[in-house]
């Protein structure tokens, strides 16, 4: 009997090869085409890029200046490439990118009428504009921390004005429609009164949510701001200027402390929905919000002598920022998002305060708080 189930299952088998056999055989003499394996899949790109266009109900940079009171569009782009990954090693990456901003805002008038960006001729001086340029590298490290080292410089104008006299505006002729009022007697700027500042940034930031594996990471870092160059044109300004507030001092620095905690509704609802809290506050040396003096923008703390203040911090700010990832369009039209949110400002600091007043106004008083918010759409390649 055994030797039967043997004889079986060799037949079996021959049948079974010479089945397959001939199936080949009639494939290649029927001239069927044979399914070739699989391609592998692309090698992932080393470069990362992104654009985003974002409507500003009000803008404050990160360091508390107030800047447009109203409404404001802008449009960001950048580029990221890596140049090394080891994530065995004590360096893990390394990376060099760009950043460009253009700014500019949507109403020819920036505000009440004695503010420092209201233009006199609301039909001829209308837009005002400034771009901001960075240049980046980032070196990640011990696998959770990161070194970024960022250079940027900022130019801004008015876009259809011209000046007579770029050399002495105080005091110069103007032509009717090219000139910027400000609230202080006799001080008038031209249109392309805004200088071109250069400062520089070294952020060390440490990425918790590896370790802590909890819903919400919260992302802390420290970055050393220092300005580069003295800004501004005497005549024109009437001081140099810092493009951190117009009051501070140029070439001196304050330190930005701060976190990003950030949850994933993902994970709870299944929802593409990422939530952020951008909080920070910014502290330094006592002469950094008081070191300028004169008639132009950088003279808040002057033209309000009273209120310059001797503290050691300016602004503490924390705010709320959704980002929906649209994950119905194809990935390969890019990594879409929307994205909203507000932001709260606490100037503690009286000297900027007061330098506040002087870009928003007179009417616009001596604020603590203010509070802007935001819309954007971006997508990543």
């Excluded at 044979?34 to 090698?43: I, L, M, R």
């Excluded at 609230?183 to 200088?195: I, K, M, R, T, V």
């Excluded at 602004?315 to 998002?337: K, N």
Aim: charge should be negative; include cysteine.
């Amino acid at each position: 009997m055994s030797k039967t189930r043997s004889l079986l299952a060799l037949l079996v088998g021959c049948a079974g090869a010479f089945g397959l056999s001939a199936t080949a055989a009639l494939a290649a003499d029927m001239n069927l085409p044979v399914k070739a394996p699989p391609a592998p899949p692309p090698a992932p790109s080393n470069w990362v890029a992104f654009i985003e266009s974002n409507y500003e109900f009000g803008q404050v940079n990160p360091q508390g200046q107030a800047v447009y009171k109203e409404g404001d569009y802008n449009v960001v782009a950048g580029a990221i490439l890596s140049l090394y990954k080891n994530q065995s090693g004590f360096i893990n990456s390394w990376t060099v990118g760009g950043l460009g901003i253009l700014d500019f805002a949507s109403n020819s008038t920036l505000g009440p009428t004695d503010s420092f960006w209201a233009n006199s001729n609301t039909t001829q001086g209308g837009s005002g504009l400034y771009y901001i340029l960075s240049a980046n590298t980032s070196v990640g490290f011990a696998q959770n921390w990161t070194l970024t080292e960022s250079f940027y410089h900022l130019a801004g104008t008015n876009a259809s004005g011209n000046i007579t006299n770029p050399g002495n505006l105080i005091g110069a002729v103007q032509p009717a429609n090219c000139t910027w009022l400000h609230f202080a007697p006799g001080a008038q700027f031209g249109c392309l009164d805004l200088p071109a500042w250069y400062w520089n940034e070294l952020k060390l930031s440490f990425s918790d949510g590896p370790i802590t594996h909890w819903p919400i990471s919260f992302n802390p870092y420290v970055t050393w701001y220092a300005e580069l160059y003295p800004s501004g044109l005497t005549g024109e300004l009437g001081t140099t200027t810092s493009a951190a507030c117009f009051s501070c001092n140029s070439e001196t620095s304050d330190f930005i402390v701060g976190m990003t905690p950030t949850i994933s509704l993902q994970q709870f609802w299944g929802i593409p929905v990422t939530l952020t809290a951008p909080t920070w506050f910014t502290v330094g040396p006592k002469s950094f919000w008081e070191g300028n003096s004169g008639s132009g923008p950088g003279s808040g703390c002057v033209i309000n002598a009273p209120n310059c203040s001797t503290s050691n911090f300016g602004v503490f700010t924390t705010g709320l920022t959704a980002t929906w990832a649209l994950t119905s369009i194809p990935a390969q039209y890019g990594h879409w998002h929307i994205k909203a949110g507000f932001q709260w400002y606490d100037i503690i600091n009286q000297a900027l305060q007061a330098d506040n007043e002087v870009t928003y106004g007179s009417s616009f008083g001596l604020q603590q708080n203010i509070v802007t918010g935001f819309l954007g759409v971006g997508v990543g390649f």
